[in-house]
């Protein structure tokens, strides 16, 4: 599958714990984003990168969430100290630049925070 | 700033009959517009989008949708549901802000069901 693959599915965390998630996108798209979802809602953009450069966050991203892509290739995106807030799924997508649009999104990452 | 109004949080209708899903947007751009379908357990699909060509634009698996300027509408419909089309459904703008990041925004989404 050459899909935008992501990893876990499922992270059942406690409070006050750190979890990262791992994106692999579609191997020739330079550009990867990171959305997030809660339950009843649209996905939220969370941050933007193309390539290895980290070119746009949203003001959702707390100093708890950090995210890397550092070879241009799979991307992390890491929560430290969880609260209960932050269960949500957790979207990757991928595209090619000035593909408008034309998002390729993965299947995402759930986390549960206890 | 863009955003998109989807007018409509749950669609029940009966296979086989046509399908309404509506969306308002906003823009102070001339707006690109997507429809998006996410399937329970899977990943988030483009279904059609509109970029200021063709104002009817054709989709996969049979669905469209029309670009009304006057009525800054871009409402989704097929004309005969299929049981598989239960999903959820997003209209999306995209964000054409100077940066021109291709960062979508997304409406709160629309349930249709599909009844036998």
């Known amino acids: 599958d050459t899909g935008v693959s992501q990893n876990p599915r499922h992270k059942i965390t406690k409070r006050g714990q750190n979890v990262t998630f791992r994106c692999d996108p579609i191997?020739?798209?330079?550009?990867l984003y990171w959305y997030r979802q809660t339950l009843g809602q649209g996905p939220e953009f969370l941050t933007y990168f193309q390539n290895e450069a980290q070119l746009e966050k949203s003001r959702l991203l707390s100093d708890r969430f950090s995210a890397e892509r550092p070879k241009g290739s799979f991307s992390t995106l890491e929560i430290q100290r969880t609260e209960q807030g932050d269960s949500a799924m957790y979207l990757c997508?991928?595209?090619?630049?000035?593909?408008?649009?034309?998002?390729?999104f993965g299947e995402g990452s759930r986390l549960t925070v206890l | 700033a863009q955003s998109v109004t989807q007018l409509d949080s749950h669609v029940s209708v009966s296979e086989g009959t046509p399908v309404l899903l509506r969306c308002n947007y906003s823009?102070?751009?001339?707006?690109?517009l997507f429809w998006y379908v996410q399937h329970p357990n899977k990943g988030l699909q483009l279904l059609l989008k509109?970029?200021?060509?063709?104002?009817l634009v054709k989709g996969i698996n049979g669905f469209e949708a029309e670009f009304k300027k006057s009525e800054t509408s871009f409402h989704l419909t097929k004309p005969s549901a299929h049981m598989s089309d239960a999903a959820e459904y997003f209209c999306v703008v995209s964000d054409l802000g100077s940066s021109n990041t291709g960062k979508l925004i997304f409406g709160q989404g629309t349930t249709l069901q599909v009844k036998p």
């Open positions: 509109y970029t200021s060509a063709a104002t």
């Open positions: 997508a991928s595209s090619l630049q000035g593909a408008t649009g034309e998002l390729f």
């Open positions: 823009s102070s751009y001339s707006p690109s």
């Open positions: 191997s020739e798209h330079n550009r």
